[in-house]
Nanobody
Framework: QRLLMESGGGSVQAGGSLKLSCTAS????????MGWFRQSPGKEREGVAA???????NNADAVKGRFTVSRDTAKNTLYLQMDDLRPEDTAEYYC?????????????????????WGKGIQVTISS
């Protein structure tokens, strides 16, 4: 059973918007840190955004001012609102959850930084 399930991906033109959702269940719910990272073929994982239980947000420089991470604790769901999308945002996006900090975008992308991961969802931006 996958404990983190992403939804909301798809294809849009540059300048458009998408909203990703990640629903947590079981041991993946109510973790201290949740966040998003992305990966394109042939590239390293790239942290996108992180949000801890205290509401502190950390965004990667590449998405500041365009992406907004939020969390609905009652629904055990993490969101990523993506606006002003660019072709370079094209990637597989993954949700991750961790029991401990640090809770940063960089940490979310680390193989040993988090405890749970979703299977990923494709986001494609055309120019």
């Amino acid at each position: 059973q996958r404990l983190l399930m992403e939804s909301g991906g798809g294809s849009v033109q540059a300048g458009g918007s998408l909203k990703l959702s990640c629903t947590a269940s079981g041991d993946a719910a109510n973790n201290y840190c949740m966040g998003w990272f992305r990966q394109s073929p042939g590239k390293e994982r790239e942290g996108v955004a992180a949000l801890d239980k205290n509401g502190r947000v950390n965004n990667a420089d590449a998405v500041k001012g365009r992406f907004t991470v939020s969390r609905d604790t009652a629904k055990n769901t993490l969101y990523l609102q993506m606006d002003d999308l660019r072709p370079e945002d094209t990637a597989e996006y993954y949700c991750a959850a961790g029991r401990y900090g640090p809770c940063t975008a960089e940490q979310v992308a680390q193989y040993y930084g988090m405890d749970y991961w979703g299977k990923g969802i494709q986001v494609t931006i055309s120019s």
